[in-house]
């Protein structure tokens, strides 16, 4: 099993940036394929990013393309999302999610076996 502990959120101003970062426990991080999904009032989750387990391959929404960037570090068990040039339309709770095997249709939370606890990125306008 493996537990996420998100951070990084906050209240940015349109064109800002933050990096969020995720937190995993146990000692096989570098099994789990990793995302951020995100979920905005009366929304449904959606998904924003995916990184491999060696980190070597990407996956983005087009909603984020070109401004956001999923990276890890598997020495400190931790997953990271860099967002710039952030949008009111960004706003939203922003989870971290593991899964252990390959799946094509990454972009379902259903593939996910593990979450965090969510972490509030509201951007003003």
């Known amino acids: 099993q493996v537990q996420l502990v998100e951070s990084g959120g906050g209240l940015v101003q349109a064109g800002g940036s933050l990096r969020l970062s995720c937190a995993a426990s146990?000692?096989?991080?570098?099994?789990?394929?990793m995302a951020w999904f995100r979920q905005a009032p009366g929304k449904e989750r959606e998904f924003v990013a995916t990184i491999t387990r060696s980190g070597g391959s990407l996956y983005y929404a087009d909603s984020v393309k070109g401004r956001f960037t999923i990276s890890r570090d598997n020495a400190k068990n931790t997953v990271y999302l860099q967002m710039n040039s952030l949008k009111p339309e960004d706003t939203a709770v922003y989870y971290c999610?593991?899964?252990?095997?390959?799946?094509?249709?990454?972009?379902?939370?259903?593939?996910?076996?593990?979450w965090g606890q969510g972490t509030q990125v509201t951007v003003s306008s």
């Open positions: 999610a593991a899964r252990m095997y390959y799946v094509s249709d990454y972009r379902s939370p259903l593939r996910y076996d593990y």
């Open positions: 146990g000692r096989t991080f570098s099994s789990y394929y």
